[in-house]
Each structure stands twice: as C-alpha cells, then as structure tokens.
C-alpha cells in the first residue's frame, strides 16, 4: 500500500491523504474543507478503481472557481499514478 499527501489549490481543502493499492483508492481523507461532503467523497471511492475515479472527477467545477475538492482528488490521483 503506497501513501500519498496532496495539497490542493484553490479550494477550501488544505491536504488530501489517500493510499492507492494494485490501482485501487482507500483511505480518502481530506483536511479543511466541507466535512460531510468530503467524508462523503471518502466513502463513495473506497476500494474503486483509482483511474477511473480520476476521470469521473475530473474537471468537477466549485462555485466557479474552475475547480473543486473532487478535482483536486482527480489531480492528486493522476500525480500519484503517474508516480
């Protein structure tokens, strides 16, 4: 199980921390940001492919901020995959 800590921008997150294990997302924790929703995200990935989540989120918008937490996850996991 590989460990990794992402720091997002532009989104009221401050850290995601996750582990990708043969391609798949555990442990989804997001620091800051709004609680219920990220803890919701958590929850929604366990154990799902890490790729694919990464393409599902990919581009989801925040109060057009031109990002969001679940796009910040989508930037983390592609940095994570692509090592």
């Keep these: 199980m590989e460990n990794?800590?992402?720091?997002?921008?532009?989104?009221?997150?401050k850290q995601i921390d996750f582990e990708i294990t043969d391609g798949k997302l555990h442990n989804v924790r997001f620091v800051g940001g709004c609680n219920g929703n990220l803890?919701?995200?958590?929850?929604?990935?366990?154990?799902?492919?890490?790729?694919?989540?990464?393409?599902?989120?990919?581009?989801?918008?925040?109060?057009?901020?031109?990002?969001?937490c679940a796009d910040q996850l989508s930037k983390a996991i592609d940095k994570a995959l692509a090592g």
């Design 39 to 68: 803890k919701a995200i958590g929850r929604l990935v366990e154990g799902a492919n890490a790729a694919q989540i990464a393409e599902l989120l990919r581009g989801n918008d925040c109060g057009g901020r031109g990002t969001s």
């Design 4 to 13: 990794f800590t992402y720091y997002p921008q532009g989104v009221c997150s």
